[in-house]
């Protein structure tokens, strides 16, 4: 069972493909998912991110602010380790055994794991190939706006704040061009899945 990563900068369109190959009949596995499983109120994670970070990140129901927490790491390199060094292991423990069930259930289905920040060659390894999917900086910004969630200054930082396309080429077994039409990209998928046998 292949087991495949995708990965890509901010606004590159990662979700889409991942999306794209699930109707395709892949299962998906999408790690901010799981991010947000693994501190669940309640939750080991949680208790080790209130112990590091303190209450003031949670609310009355125990949940963690994640835009508040996000804010924080942005600004704070230190921070931000702490914080990979909580949540990292918890979310590969819990992918790992995602991954090894669907092999239990169907060993022939191909898995795409969405991996945003997919830069270090030993994690990189843990994959059977990786799928780096780009798009032109004026495309992510203008897909950021449209999201909502960013403004362009506050789109733009994220974005400077990440690894460059150049530097995750290096780990990548495919790149994607996500910038152009729906059909464009349904191409470049089609030629993956025909190098994988699909």
């Keep these: 069972m292949p087991v495949i990563a995708i990965t890509g900068g901010i606004g590159s369109g990662k979700s889409s493909v991942r999306k794209a190959l699930e109707e395709l009949g892949a299962l998906g596995v999408d790690t901010d998912e799981l991010a947000r499983r693994v501190v669940e109120p309640g939750s080991a994670g949680a208790g080790m991110v209130r112990d ?8 009355r129901e125990g949940r963690l602010d994640r835009k508040r927490m996000a804010e924080e790491v942005f600004h704070d ?9 909580i949540l990292h ?8 055994d995602i991954v090894s069930r669907a092999l239990q259930e169907d060993p022939s289905r191909l898995v795409v794991v969405e991996v945003p920040l997919l830069t270090d060659p030993a994690r990189a390894a843990v994959y059977d190939g990786v ?5 032109p900086r004026d495309v992510r910004l203008r897909r950021l706006a449209e999201s909502g969630r960013y403004t362009g200054e ?4 994220r974005m400077r704040s990440q690894a ?4 995750r080429k290096g780990l990548a077994t ?11 990209t349904s191409r470049q998928l089609d030629r993956i899945l025909a190098e994988l046998g699909r």
Excluded at 52 to 59: L, Q, S, V, W, Y
Aim: net charge negative; charged share 35%.
């Design 174 to 184: 495919w790149v994607l061009d996500n910038g152009g039409s729906r059909e464009e």
């Design 77 to 85: 390199p230190d921070a931000r380790l702490r914080l990979e060094a």
């Design 164 to 167: 460059s396309d150049e530097l």
């Design 89 to 96: 292991p918890l979310i590969r423990e819990l992918e790992a």
């Design 154 to 157: 506050e789109a733009l930082a």
């Design 131 to 135: 799928l780096l999917v780009t798009a």
């Design 52 to 59: 590091a970070f303190g209450e003031g990140f949670f609310d």
